[in-house]
């Protein structure tokens, strides 16, 4: 009923950008909080980025000050812009939106499918 597909990872020298991006798809009454988590081999996931419906934001203190999350709310998107990548960012990034569905008016929690981000020179 609902897809949330990711793009935008890849792999980048140590210092660099990317944008990822993640459109929310399907049967979506509503949208309420957006994030990103990443997971890197031998960790457990963590929560990157996070915004609310009305546009506020939080992050983990190892990603303030580089990271920038955002959203647009007509295209059921939010994006996670990543300067000054570090070796230490390179994980697999999963998006994740809090979603009402129309057919039940039920509120979940979904899951992207992961985008792999490499730092490395």
């Known amino acids: 009923q609902v897809q949330l597909v990711e793009s935008g990872g890849g792999l980048v020298q140590p210092g660099g950008s990317l944008r990822l991006s993640c459109a929310a798809s399907g049967s979506i009454f509503a949208i309420y909080g957006m994030g990103w988590y990443r997971q890197a081999p031998g960790k457990q996931r963590e929560l990157v980025a996070a915004?609310?419906?009305?546009?506020?934001?939080n992050y983990a203190d190892s990603v303030k000050g580089r990271f920038t999350i955002s959203r647009d709310n007509a295209k059921n998107t939010v994006y996670l812009h990543m300067n000054s990548l570090k070796p230490e960012d390179t994980a697999v990034y999963y998006c994740n939106a809090d979603i009402v569905v129309v057919t039940t008016l039920s509120r979940g929690d979904y899951w992207g499918q992961g985008t792999q981000v490499t730092v490395s020179s």
């Open positions: 915004i609310s419906s009305g546009g506020d934001t």
